[in-house]
């Protein structure tokens, strides 16, 4: 079965400053889609960030950009200038490409951005 | 475009009682997903609806189910609430089964 790991439950970066989250994944599947989703304290989850397994090339949307080590199974969120506004809970999630099943999720980070 | 929207926001029971969640995917959107979200147990995935047939089913007992309407609409049930019921219900959104999800702003349940 498919898991996916982050293995900080909580990290901190100064407004302007650059953080990394960092996120794990096990799966014996070569198709797949891996996400990173924000929760905000609305608590509605935005998407944030896409990344197809067959793409070498890193996804970035603006300050967001991924880190995706297929061989290592590695899947890290660096936010660039963070803002205030980045403060929220940060999910790694990982669905198949290639057959019908859930959507899978670690268990978030909790980002703290301060002034 | 409009986003998943779910109905309704915030909702109050008691014990015994049951309740019904709204979801409305993305216009196009076929496939509609719920997940159950409580401090204790993080995101935990309830079932998975695409054109009108439930195509994946989480670990909950059978107090819940859910449908889905020929819109795409889809509906939650959960009969004899429970006070560990209590939890934020995110429905999300997808064009296949495969694609990316999109989530509502959730519905948050209080069971008293």
């Known amino acids: 079965a498919q898991t996916v790991t982050q293995s900080q439950p909580e990290m901190s970066v100064q407004e302007a400053e650059t953080v990394t989250l960092s996120c794990t994944y096990d799966?014996?599947?070569?198709?797949?889609?891996l996400f990173w989703y924000k929760q905000p304290p609305s608590r509605q989850m935005i998407l944030v960030i896409r990344q197809e397994a067959y793409k070498q090339q890193n996804a970035t949307e603006n300050r967001f950009s991924v880190n995706f080590q297929k061989a290592a199974k590695s899947f890290s969120l660096k936010i660039s200038d963070s803002q205030l506004g980045d403060a929220a809970m940060y999910f790694c999630a990982y669905r198949s490409a290639s057959r019908t099943d859930k959507l899978i999720f670690g268990t978030g980070t909790r980002l703290q951005v301060f002034p | 475009k409009a986003g998943v929207t779910q109905t309704p926001r915030y909702l109050i029971k008691t014990r015994g009682q049951q309740v019904t969640l709204s979801c409305s995917p993305i216009?196009?959107?076929?496939?509609v997903s719920w997940y159950q979200q409580t401090p204790g147990q993080g995101l935990q995935f309830l079932f998975e609806y695409f054109s009108e047939t439930q195509r994946n089913k989480g670990n909950f007992p059978g107090r819940f189910s859910g449908r889905q309407f020929s819109n795409s609409r889809s509906e939650m049930n959960v009969s004899t609430l429970e006070l560990g019921d209590s939890a934020l219900y995110l429905c999300?959104?997808?064009?296949?089964?495969?694609?990316?999800?999109?989530f509502g702003p959730g519905t948050r349940l209080l069971v008293l």
């Open positions: 799966t014996s599947e070569s198709d797949y889609y």
């Open positions: 999300a959104s997808s064009q296949g089964l495969v694609e990316t999800q999109y």
């Open positions: 216009s196009g959107h076929r496939s």
